[in-house]
Nanobody, 126 residues
């Protein structure tokens, strides 16, 4: 499985960015893709996940109402629309996948993920 993340950049507080994760190589229709982030000096944390099986989603509390994860099965791409960005959202963002799906999505941890893409930097300036 290969994952390629893109879409990071520099944006002002309150701005928006959309991250993309292009995925290929899954052997099963059942998998979950998630976005994780790691800020300098902090541990990597899960941000949002989506299930390929039923489209269910999960968001960490700090991004609820601001971030939206979505998937395009035809293009095997998962998006993370990030609105109302805050300085504390600054981090390297990674997309990752686990096959098969894990339920509930809220239980997913960094250690559960089987595949990782390279990160993309998101910098929110105040």
């Amino acid at each position: 499985v290969q994952l390629q993340a893109s879409g990071g950049g520099l944006v002002q507080v309150g701005g928006s960015l959309r991250l993309s994760c292009a995925a290929s190589g899954f052997t099963s229709a059942s998998h979950a893709i998630g976005w994780f982030r790691q800020a300098p000096g902090k541990e990597r944390e899960g941000v949002s996940y989506i299930s390929s099986a039923d489209g269910s989603t999960f968001y960490v509390d700090s991004v609820k109402g601001r971030f939206t994860i979505s998937g395009d099965n035809a293009e095997n791409t998962v998006y993370l629309q990030m609105n109302s960005l805050k300085a504390e959202d600054t981090a390297v963002y990674y997309c990752a996948a686990v096959e098969p799906d894990l339920y509930p999505l809220s239980s997913i941890t960094v250690q559960d993920m089987d595949y990782w893409g390279k990160g993309t930097q998101v910098t929110v300036s105040s």
